[in-house]
């Protein structure tokens, strides 16, 4: 996760998104065919700048350490970690439990991780447009990319 100052976006515009509230996906979404990998995220309504995009939320989010991921069955960790981020700050690897497991990366993503010292959020880097794919940077918070435990 990264620090709003980083985003670019100025405070009001931050304020705005976390008016909205709530948890998981905050915008209306749907799930098609991704030019950049397999399955993609797309926006379903125009999302301005500064909107909460995504919320974590431990009621519907699993977080399972390295020991745990170790124990499921082969096909059962593939299928988990194809999903999973590991976490900066805590080291547990994260299974969205909502359709947010399929943002894609971008190295200029249309939404920014930030951290708010709960779960972190996703918020619109910029305004997003009905039919666009949502993207996010997973280099600003999946520490087994940062410390190259796979590539892009």
Partial sequence: MIHSERLGLCNDELERGFERGGKLLLVKTKLAPSKIDGIGL????????????????????????????????????????????????TGMYVL??????????????NCMDVCDCENGVTIAAREILEGEELTCDYSLFDQDLIEGKYQI
Avoid: M
Avoid at 77 to 87: C, D, M, V
Avoid at 96 to 109: I, V
């Fill in 96 to 109: 969205c439990g909502d359709d947010a497991r399929f943002f894609n990366h971008s190295t200029e993503p």
């Fill in 42 to 89: 797309f926006a379903a309504e125009r999302i301005e700048a500064g909107t909460v995009v995504w919320r974590g939320n431990d009621s519907i989010d699993i977080r399972l350490s390295a020991e745990q991921l170790e124990e499921l069955s082969p096909a059962s960790r593939e299928q988990i970690s194809k999903y999973t981020y590991r976490e900066q700050n």
